[in-house]
C-alpha cells in the first residue's frame, strides 16, 4: 500500500516540488508541542495570571464580606474559563506544532507552516547570513535563521515560526525543535558546504579575484 501524507499536493511530505537528483535531504522535524505551549503561546504566563486574578478575586470577596458560598461558585466560575482558555491555546500549539513541517537539505532550509492557510519558505543555504540557537531545555531548541539585506518575510506569515522581538527585520526559526543542539551542529556543517564554490565557479574565480566568504556565520550554538 502507497504511503500517504496529510498534504497531498506535496510532492514529498515538507517539499512543495520533488528535490533535484543533485539534492538530499539531511534532516526533517516538527516542533515540540507542549514546547510550543510554553515558548510560543506562553499557556505558564497565562495561567499565573489567571491565578493572580482568582487571588484578587478572593481578596476582593473577602473585603466585601460576599458569603463563602457565592465566592466557592465565583471561583469555579473563573476556574472553568480559565481552564478552558488554557485547553484552547494548547489545542491551537498541539495543531501549530502537526500542520508544521521542518526540512534540512544539503542546500536549503524548507519550512512548511501554517494551521488553515499552508505556506512553504524555500531559504537557500548558502544565502543565509546566520543562525542563533537557543536552548530550551530537556533537548529542545530554537534556531533563528537570520536573512539577507534584502530579503524580507512578513511577521504575521511566519508566526509563530519567527524570533521574539524581532519586527523590522523577521528571522524565519525552526521552534522547539527537539534535539535541537545535533540539528543546529548539522545546519552549520551543511552551511559550511553549501559556500564550497564549485570547481567551475572556483576556477573562475582564481582567474579574476580571492574569493571572500560571508564572515557573519555565528555558527549555531550562537
Known amino acids: ?17 520533488a528535490l533535484p537528483a543533485d539534492e538530499h535531504i539531511l534532516w526533517q522535524g516538527r516542533p515540540d508541542w507542549a514546547a510550543l505551549a510554553v515558548h510560543a503561546f506562553h499557556v505558564r504566563k497565562v495561567a499565573l495570571y489567571f491565578a493572580l486574578m482568582m487571588v484578587w478575586q478572593i481578596i476582593d470577596h473577602h473585603a466585601d464580606g460576599v458569603d463563602p458560598v457565592e465566592t ?22 498541539w495543531w501549530s506544532a502537526s500542520t508544521t513541517l521542518y526540512t534540512l537539505t544539503d542546500k536549503r532550509v524548507v519550512m512548511r507552516v501554517g494551521i488553515v492557510l499552508s505556506l512553504t519558505f524555500n531559504l537557500p543555504l548558502r544565502c543565509l547570513r546566520a543562525a ?32 521574539a522581538w524581532h519586527l523590522s527585520h523577521p528571522q524565519p526559526t525552526l521552534r522547539c525543535v527537539p534535539g535541537g543542539e545535533a540539528v543546529g551542529d548539522m545546519l552549520l556543517n551543511a552551511w559550511q558546504r553549501a559556500q564550497q ?26
Open 1 to 17: 500500500m502507497r504511503a500517504t501524507h496529510e498534504h497531498e499536493w506535496e510532492a514529498e511530505p515538507g517539499l512543495p516540488e
Open 72 to 93: 466557592f461558585f465565583d471561583l469555579m466560575r473563573a476556574l472553568t474559563l480559565s481552564v478552558t482558555a488554557l485547553c484552547l491555546l494548547g489545542m491551537v500549539a
Open 132 to 163: 542563533d540557537l537557543r536552548p530550551l531545555g530537556h533537548g529542545r531548541a530554537d534556531i533563528a535563521l537570520q536573512l539577507p539585506a534584502g530579503d524580507r518575510i512578513g511577521w504575521f506569515h511566519l508566526w509563530p515560526h519567527q524570533r
Open 197 to 222: 564554490p564549485s570547481p567551475s565557479a572556483e576556477a573562475h574565480t582564481a582567474s579574476t579575484t580571492p574569493t571572500t566568504r560571508n564572515p557573519s556565520w555565528q555558527g549555531a550554538h550562537a
